[in-house]
C-alpha cells in the first residue's frame, strides 16, 4: 500500500452554476516490489 | 521481492474487497470508502473527515472483478459528496476501504492523488468510476 506522487493533481471541473467538481484519483498497493526488503532469519 | 502469487492477489482483493458480495472469509459486504484529513498508516487510522456534506462511516463501494491482481472501484457510478457548508474542506489526504461488520474493519488505506485536496464550499469531491485502483502484486 503507497502514498501518491505529490505532483499528480486531480482534475476540477465547471459545473455552469458557478461551483466545481474535483475529480480524485488514488492507487492503493497491497506490496512494492522494491527488491530491498530484508530478510528475516 | 516482495511478490505474491497472481491467483492467490486475485483471491485477497475477491475476499477484502467483498467483490461480487457477501464472502465466507474477509470483508463483510458492502465494504465503505473514507476520506480522511491525514494519511493512515498500515497500522493506524486516519482522521476521518467531519465536515457538513460529508457522510461519516464513509459510503459504500463496489469494486470490479480482480485480474492480473488488480482492481479498481467504485463500479457502476461515481461516488460523490458536496460541500454544503460555509468553509472549505481544507484538506483531503487519505482514503480507506472499511467493511461493514458489527465491528468495522479496516482493509486498506492510501493517499489521493495530489493530495492534500481542498474542496471550497458548494464544491464536490468526486470519485469517479474505476479512480481507485487496488494492487495486490
Do not use: C
Amino acid at each position: 500500500m503507497s502514498e501518491q506522487p505529490e505532483g499528480d493533481q486531480p482534475v476540477t471541473t465547471d459545473n455552469g452554476d458557478g461551483t466545481q467538481t474535483v475529480h480524485a484519483t488514488a492507487v492503493l498497493q497491497a506490496a512494492a516490489a522494491t527488491g530491498n526488503e530484508e530478510e528475516n532469519g | 521481492m516482495a511478490a505474491i502469487v497472481q491467483a492467490q492477489a486475485n483471491q485477497i482483493l475477491t475476499a477484502t474487497l467483498a467483490i461480487g458480495g457477501s464472502n465466507t472469509v474477509g470483508a463483510t459486504s458492502p465494504v465503505k470508502v473514507k476520506l480522511t484529513t491525514t494519511a493512515p498508516s498500515n497500522v493506524t487510522a486516519g482522521t476521518e473527515l467531519s465536515a457538513t456534506g460529508y457522510t461519516a462511516g464513509g459510503t459504500a463501494i463496489t469494486f470490479a472483478t480482480a485480474s492480473g491482481g488488480s482492481t479498481s472501484g467504485p463500479t457502476g457510478s461515481a461516488i460523490s459528496w458536496t460541500n454544503s457548508g460555509g468553509t472549505a474542506w481544507t484538506g483531503i489526504v487519505g482514503l480507506e476501504i472499511w467493511d461493514t461488520a458489527g465491528t468495522p474493519i479496516r482493509w486498506w488505506y492510501g493517499t489521493w492523488s495530489g493530495q492534500p485536496i481542498v474542496i471550497a464550499a458548494g464544491n464536490t469531491f468526486s470519485v469517479s468510476t474505476s479512480a481507485i485502483t487496488v494492487t495486490a502484486t
